[in-house]
């Protein structure tokens, strides 16, 4: 994934990483976009996951048990026939049929858009079935618009209403397939110390571009114990909160 430089999207994406001021809370995140165009960086673990997916759907392999076979040699489980068995005969996902390039091609590039996003974090053993494909843009929007309606009250401009038009200026929002990620609510980047967050992968096949978008909050008073904390694992109490339950 090559990252773009697009002036409306950078100065947004600046915005995030620094932190708004939301009272007694901080928002942050991350607005990226990405070119399909494989990196040189990005080619080995892409063509790993290409192998590792590859099979998963066909038709299934002779059962193997663990043990000597007739003739005597050790046998075991191959993990395509793990993946195999997992993804359901089939192959199919929320992300399409595992069985068509396409959409091996589409799982890859949201695994390295998000390795190349949170580059302390590695997602590479993420599976289709960790991504939601989104109904529709007014859906997407409604929702973001509502987690954002207290940011936009407390002086830091129309941010919801910039975030749309630069996202439409570079990735045509109406041409977009919309996905999120699942995130793991102990583990990862998107989860780890936050309140709430969301994320959420605008995909135009036609312009090969990934924009990504990411948003989460913390308490300022956890913020401050978490990145004084030896203990990384440390969570929230106050998971699933939005800011209407902050008053």
């Given at each position: 994934?090559?990252?773009?430089?697009?002036?409306?999207?950078?100065?947004?994406?600046?915005?995030?990483?620094?932190?708004?001021?939301?009272g007694?809370?901080?928002?942050?995140?991350?607005?990226?976009?990405?070119?399909?165009?494989?990196?040189?960086?990005?080619?080995?673990?892409?063509?790993?996951?290409?192998?590792?997916?590859?099979?998963?759907?066909s038709?299934?392999?002779?059962?193997?048990?663990?043990?000597?076979?007739?003739?005597?040699?050790?046998?075991?489980?191959?993990?395509?026939?793990?993946?195999?068995?997992?993804?359901?005969?089939?192959?199919?996902?929320?992300?399409?049929?595992?069985?068509?390039?396409?959409?091996?091609?589409?799982?890859?590039?949201?695994?390295?858009?998000?390795n190349?996003?949170?580059?302390?974090?590695?997602?590479?053993?993420?599976?289709?079935?960790?991504?939601?494909r989104e109904?529709?843009?007014?859906?997407?929007?409604?929702?973001?618009?509502?987690?954002?309606?207290?940011?936009?009250?407390?002086?830091?401009?129309?941010?919801?209403?910039?975030?749309?038009?630069?996202?439409?200026?570079?990735?045509?929002?109406?041409?977009?397939?919309?996905?999120?990620?699942?995130?793991?609510?102990?583990?990862?980047?998107?989860?780890?110390?936050?309140?709430?967050?969301?994320?959420?992968?605008?995909?135009?096949?036609?312009l090969?571009?990934?924009?990504?978008?990411?948003?989460?909050?913390?308490?300022?008073?956890?913020?401050?114990?978490?990145?004084?904390?030896?203990?990384?694992?440390m969570?929230?109490?106050?998971?699933?909160m939005?800011?209407?339950?902050m008053?």
């Open positions: 994934m090559k990252y773009l430089e697009c002036p409306p999207i950078t100065e947004l994406d600046v915005a995030l990483q620094s932190g708004l001021d939301v007694e809370y901080v928002v942050q995140g991350r607005l990226e976009m990405y070119s399909c165009k494989m990196a040189a960086s990005d080619k080995k673990l892409a063509c790993s996951l290409e192998k590792q997916w590859v099979g998963v759907g038709p299934p392999t002779p059962a193997v048990v663990f043990g000597d076979d007739d003739h005597g040699r050790s046998a075991s489980i191959s993990p395509g026939a793990v993946l195999s068995s997992s993804a359901g005969a089939a192959g199919t996902s929320p992300l399409g049929s595992v069985v068509d390039s396409s959409t091996r091609k589409l799982l890859i590039n949201l695994i390295l858009t998000l190349n996003s949170f580059a302390d974090y590695d997602f590479r053993n993420l599976r289709p079935e960790d991504f939601v109904a529709s843009l007014e859906m997407v929007m409604n929702s973001v618009n509502s987690k954002l309606s207290r940011v936009d009250e407390a002086e830091h401009g129309d941010l919801c209403g910039r975030l749309w038009s630069a996202l439409d200026t570079e990735a045509s929002l109406r041409e977009c397939e919309i996905f999120s990620y699942v995130a793991d609510m102990d583990e990862d980047a998107l989860s780890l110390g936050k309140i709430w967050s969301v994320n959420y992968f605008f995909y135009n096949k036609k090969k571009k990934i924009a990504f978008f990411a948003c989460w909050i913390k308490s300022k008073s956890h913020s401050r114990s978490f990145e004084n904390s030896d203990h990384e694992g969570g929230s109490d106050e998971d699933g939005d800011f209407d339950d008053e």
